[in-house]
């Protein structure tokens, strides 16, 4: 089968006809190509219609999957949600097909997926670097770089790389994924692509990693981080959304997207918290995955509206951008 002709068998509108379809056979075809064409993945990549980039005042949307290569399945409160592909894949074609969606964080698995059937048109690309660090293993925090490299993203024409960042003052795998973190930087910005930083102060408790999500935290962590590597000049942030935003968002002028996690509260709570931060400068967008690909309703269409509502989409003028400046001098 050609690169062309799964395109066409799985695309995004052959898939969501039905969108309660549980054929088990329902992705096959993407097992046939991976068997019989391999190199479907390139060309799909390489023909692929790219995402104009990001510009500010538009706040760019976009959809998370890269949570299983870690082994955290859970969302929910169910232990096993992400387990099942064919319903991830789903489930993510769903959210892509919605055009406020600017784009996905995937692992390089899911990410070829994907581009195989033809989800990815137009659409933001950023890849996930460390996926060492499993969720539950003794050593966490020695997150290793196991995902996507730098040459890979650019090989596919993608458009940056995020990286798990967690600093852990009492753990000496620390000094190493900063120096790793650093490297990661450093690569992508060699090949102009954007790297996405996503901090955190985090601890041992009670046999589990846990991340400090105070205000102080997330400031101090967005500080180190923003140090990492030899330039700045293609860093964002990827920042939890916590009490006193605007201190946060004081911390850094790099462009900063917000993460979703898998929050506990209500959903009309969450998204409403995610709105006042939405609105202070230099906040990009959204970056979610769990929240909206398994709301607690099931209607992965409605959570992903609802989200892509609280978005800024009006596009900031250079002449606008710089009024501030000028208003200084």
Do not use: C
């Amino acid at each position: 089968m050609t690169a062309a002709s799964a395109t066409d068998a799985g695309s995004p509108s052959a898939a969501l006809a039905n969108p309660h379809d549980d054929d088990p056979r329902r992705y096959e075809h993407l097992t046939k190509i991976r068997l019989e064409d391999p190199q479907a993945v390139a060309r799909a990549a390489a023909s692929r219609r790219r995402h104009p980039g990001a510009v500010l005042g538009k706040q760019n949307f976009i959809v998370a999957a890269d949570h299983p290569a870690r082994g955290a399945l859970s969302a929910q409160g169910q232990p096993e949600a992400m387990a099942d592909r064919r319903e991830l894949l789903d489930r993510l074609q769903t959210a892509l097909a919605n055009p406020a969606v600017d784009g996905v964080l995937a692992s390089p698995d899911i990410m070829d997926d994907l581009l195989l059937l033809g989800a990815l048109e137009g659409k933001l690309v950023f890849g996930s670097m460390n996926r060492g660090g499993l969720a539950g293993f003794v050593n966490e925090l020695d997150d290793r770089f196991t995902g996507h490299t730098a040459e890979a993203l650019a090989a596919l024409g993608a458009d940056g790389g995020k990286m798990l960042t967690r600093i852990a003052l009492g753990d000496p795998a620390t000094a190493s994924i900063l120096e790793n973190t650093a490297k990661a930087v450093d690569s992508l910005a060699a090949h102009g692509l954007i790297a996405m930083v996503e901090p955190f102060l985090s601890s041992w408790v009670d046999g589990k990693v846990k991340n400090d999500l105070s205000t102080e935290a997330v400031v101090k962590s967005v500080a180190i981080a923003s140090g990492l590597g030899s330039t700045s000049a293609y860093t964002w942030m990827k920042l939890p959304v916590v009490q006193d935003m605007e201190r946060v968002m004081a911390a850094t002028t790099m462009p900063t997207v917000l993460l979703g996690g898998d929050p506990a509260g209500h959903q009309d709570e969450v998204f409403a918290s995610w709105g006042r931060a939405l609105a202070l400068p230099g906040v990009q967008g959204l970056t979610v995955g769990r929240t909206l690909l398994y709301p607690a309703d099931g209607d992965v269409a409605g959570a992903v509206a609802a989200a892509a509502s609280l978005l800024r989409a009006e596009e900031i003028t250079p002449a606008a951008a710089a009024k501030p400046m000028e208003a200084s001098k």
